[in-house]
């Protein structure tokens, strides 16, 4: 027994105090929250912490004699590497650099490490490295820096960003949002109710039923309308979202943003005012042309020179075209401001539909027009208009099919509705394309390049005038193999 300097005896071990020591520093870094690595010269692991196998997912041996850097991310690799030359060249010293290190998983995280060269030291002879956990840290750093970079960027860009929680009906917006809407920070009333009351009275029923429609539904909402500012000004908004759903499969919530787009709405306006105003001045010299070209027809009636009447014919063909582009303009600008008449009365479709097939047939020799059925139908409508509809779907149903020789219109009808359908066996339409094509100026792409002549508003025009009449116009198509365009129309009666 050894005694105390009290003379109490203690009990003998074996143990010396240096042997404790390194026990209890043994025990300090295998239960550190840290990895402590130490690597010889050549940067080879030749002793690893078992904290090793909580924080990255390996266990010791598997890193014992090899390069600690296949550890390291890609991206990280240089810099490690050059504290590792630093250090080599400073015995003694210390360097701390961020890391990213692999875990077993393949995730990455962040570390935090302090190498210092103890290679000199005898009691060491190694590089001692400490990597301090730090994901955390620069996980929450980087979505503040995100945030940020969010609120930054919805600023610039005038995006106002929202969030209508549905059931609860509340509605949390940017403040960006609501300088869109030209409120006061902070006075959003934060309810459907409260943005509804800022909507343009003439837009409002519209885009209440579409937001709540696809609030109710799900889906994606892409809708633009007009807001009045307090300060009576009007501006043109357009919303983008999305509908999240609860645990349930419910359409829960709605997140988006809203993005002021009157400037380009005004650009717009200008460019319908051009085009209204360039067919109107259009109009005059062609109408006056067509008059000169039949005085001269009669003055040459008896002309023997048979050159003559080609170009004559020629020359009258060319300006049927050039008045039937000018009227679609002038329609389709009279369409932007609702001031497209109709005159309806009774209409024989079957007798229309034949009129329109022959007066194309007759300047068509590529295609044979096949008219099949009569429907012995009536619809109530502007005779004119319906005309320019079947004319618009037939020549297109010519112009797109160069390689086909044929193109078939059929007519038939139902209780309710007639059916006409036009179909060819030309270059067809892509499925991404069969919606737009209805839209102002939308031509398709064409793969081989080839370019038809058009302005990309005839289908636009007829879809309207179909509308008009209470009709549908689709299309159905497979590219490269053809395309059928239909039209329905209420019946007035039958005979
Ligand atoms: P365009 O003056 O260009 O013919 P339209 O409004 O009539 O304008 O048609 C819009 C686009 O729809 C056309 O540019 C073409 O890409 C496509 N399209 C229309 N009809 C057909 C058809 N029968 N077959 C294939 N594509 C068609």
Redesign the pocket.
């Known amino acids: 027994m050894a005694r105390n300097e009290n003379g109490k005896q203690m009990p003998l071990t074996t143990e010396t105090s240096a042997d404790s020591s390194e026990r209890r520093f043994r025990a300090l870094i295998e239960y550190s929250s840290d990895i402590i690595v130490l690597v010889n010269v050549r940067g080879q692991v030749i002793y690893i912490s078992s904290s090793i196998t909580a924080i990255l997912g390996y266990e010791p041996e598997e890193w014992m004699h090899n390069p600690i850097l296949a550890l390291v991310h890609p991206s990280d690799v240089s810099q490690v590497q050059q504290a590792f030359d630093d250090l080599l060249q400073t015995p003694g010293q210390s360097r701390r650099v961020d890391c990213r290190l692999r875990c077993k998983d393949g995730e990455y995280r962040w570390f935090e490490a302090t190498s210092t060269n103890l290679l000199a030291n005898p009691d060491v002879g190694a590089l001692v490295n400490t990597f301090h956990d730090i994901t955390a840290r620069k996980q929450s750093a980087n979505a503040e820096r995100n945030q940020e970079r969010f609120e930054l960027v919805q600023q610039a860009a005038h995006i106002g960003t929202f969030e209508w929680i549905v059931p609860g009906d509340t509605i949390s917006w940017a403040t960006e949002a609501e300088a869109l809407y030209g409120l006061p920070l902070g006075s959003f009333g934060g309810h459907f109710a409260a943005w509804e009351a800022t909507l343009h009275p003439e837009d409002r029923e519209r885009a209440v039923a579409e937001v709540r429609q696809v609030a109710a539904e799900g889906g994606d909402l892409d809708t633009v309308f007009r807001v009045c500012w307090p300060d009576g000004s009007v501006h043109w908004l357009r919303a983008l979202a999305r509908v999240f759903s609860d645990e349930q499969g419910q359409p829960y919530r709605m997140v988006g943003v809203n993005l002021d787009i009157t400037e380009n709405k005004a650009q717009e306006q200008r460019k319908d005012n051009f085009i209204n105003m360039a067919s109107h001045e259009l109009k005059t010299p062609i109408t006056s042309l067509i008059g000169y070209t039949h005085l001269l027809r009669s003055r040459l009636k008896e002309h023997p020179d048979p050159q003559v009447h080609l170009f004559l014919d020629r020359k009258e063909a060319q300006l049927n075209k050039l008045t039937l582009l000018v009227s679609e303009l002038l329609d389709m600008s009279k369409i932007q401001m609702g001031q497209l008449p109709y005159q309806t009365k009774r209409v024989d479709l079957d007798e229309l539909l034949r009129e329109i097939v022959e007066d194309i047939q007759a300047i068509t020799t590529t295609h044979q027009i096949i008219l099949q059925d009569n429907a012995s139908v009536y619809v109530r409508g502007d005779r004119e208009r319906l005309g320019h509809v079947l004319f618009?779907l037939i020549s297109?149903?010519v112009?797109?099919?160069p390689r086909a020789n044929q193109v078939l219109v059929w007519i038939s009808h139902d209780e309710e509705q007639v059916l006409i359908s036009v179909q060819?066996f030309?270059?067809?339409?892509a499925e991404a394309?069969r919606e737009r094509?209805f839209e102002r100026f939308?031509?398709?792409p064409?793969p081989l390049e080839q370019t038809?002549?058009?302005?990309?508003?005839?289908?636009?025009l007829?879809r309207t005038i179909i509308q008009r009449h209470q009709g549908r116009l689709w299309?159905e198509?497979r590219k490269g193999k053809?395309?059928t365009?239909w039209v329905s129309l209420p019946l007035e009666s039958r005979e």
């Open positions: 618009n297109n149903a112009k797109y099919s060819d030309g270059i067809g339409i394309d094509i939308y031509q398709a064409d038809y002549p058009g302005l990309g508003i005839s289908l636009y007829s299309v198509s053809g395309s365009f």
